[in-house]
Each structure stands twice: as C-alpha cells, then as structure tokens.
C-alpha cells in the first residue's frame, strides 16, 4: 500500500502544515502551478515529488516538469495534468487520452475548485485536489491523502487548511 500527498496551484506558497499532513505519505504529488523552483525543492527534499507544470510556472518549472504524467501506482493507472477539466467538460487536450486510453484515476488543478467525481462514462475517477495556495478567488484552501492498494484506490481524505486570516 502506498499513501499519496496530492495538492495543486500553491502558486509558490509553503504550509508547514504541507509537511505535518504529509508526514505519513510515501510521496507527494502536485497537479501544477507550482510557483517556484524553491518549492519545488522543499517538497523534493522531504518526500518523492512528482508534478506537472501549470500555466502560471516559469520555464525552469516546465523544464524539470511535463505538462501531462501518466505512470502506474500499486497496479493503479494514474494520469495528472493541470488544465484537465472534470466529467461532462474535459479541456480538449486530454479528451483523446480520456477517452481511447482511459486511466484508473485522472488528476488535473487549475480551477482552484476541489472536485472528487468517478466518471462513470469513461470508468475512471476524476480529482481536483482544489487550491493549496493563497492566490486566486477560492474561499477554502485544500490538499488530499489518497491510498493505493493492489490496483485500487482504497482511501481519499480531503484535508481543509484554514487561515486566520485570508491575505
């Protein structure tokens, strides 16, 4: 069994909570904006760190991240991107994919919206682990743990960062 940080659209913000959630994870995963290099960093120096550059990440960002991961977790089929969309409005760039070669689970950001739907045309789960960040109009900052057990996603925890105050 493997368990997974997932967040998304940091926007270069760092929680210490990002390390205390993460704790018992195996690795994190980012579905991009990122925001720096330096974070990018700091989530490699305390856990494997696998991400995809969202549209507001410089060009050291994209060089040392694609734009979409396809890779296979404890027998699970995983695709993550960060402009993807969500059942019944994918983004044209990964309709082909979604549709002639469907993973288990789909993971994009992008909307700073926090979306857990299982498609059930396509047979896949579809998430959005909503906005770690500060930067953009949502409300509720929002990271999840997920859990990987012999080609199954086990568990799904959505974990609420509330601020003081909002900046």
């Not at 027998?75 to 993973?103: E, F, S």
Request: with cysteine; hydrophobic share 35%; aromatic share 10%.
């Amino acid at each position: 069994m493997k368990r997974i940080g997932l967040l998304s659209d940091t926007h270069g913000l760092w929680d210490d909570r990002f390390e205390e959630y993460f704790r018992d994870c195996d690795e994190i995963w980012h579905a991009g904006d990122i925001g720096s290099m330096e974070l990018a960093e700091r989530f490699e120096s305390i856990k494997p760190f696998r991400a995809v550059h969202g549209n507001i990440d410089d060009f050291r960002l994209r060089a040392a991240f694609p734009e979409k991961l396809r890779f296979d977790m404890e027998g699970v089929d995983v695709l993550m991107t960060h402009i993807g969309g969500y059942p019944g409005r994918y983004n044209p760039r990964v309709m082909k994919i979604l549709t002639t070669a469907p993973p288990k689970i789909f993971i994009c950001g992008h909307s700073h919206i926090l979306k857990v739907i299982y498609d059930k045309r396509y047979g896949f789960l579809s998430v959005n682990p909503g906005a770690a960040g500060k930067h953009g109009f949502h409300t509720t900052r929002t990271i999840m743990r997920l859990s990987f057990d012999s080609g199954r996603i086990t568990d799904a925890e959505v974990i609420e960062l509330k601020d003081e105050q909002r900046s």
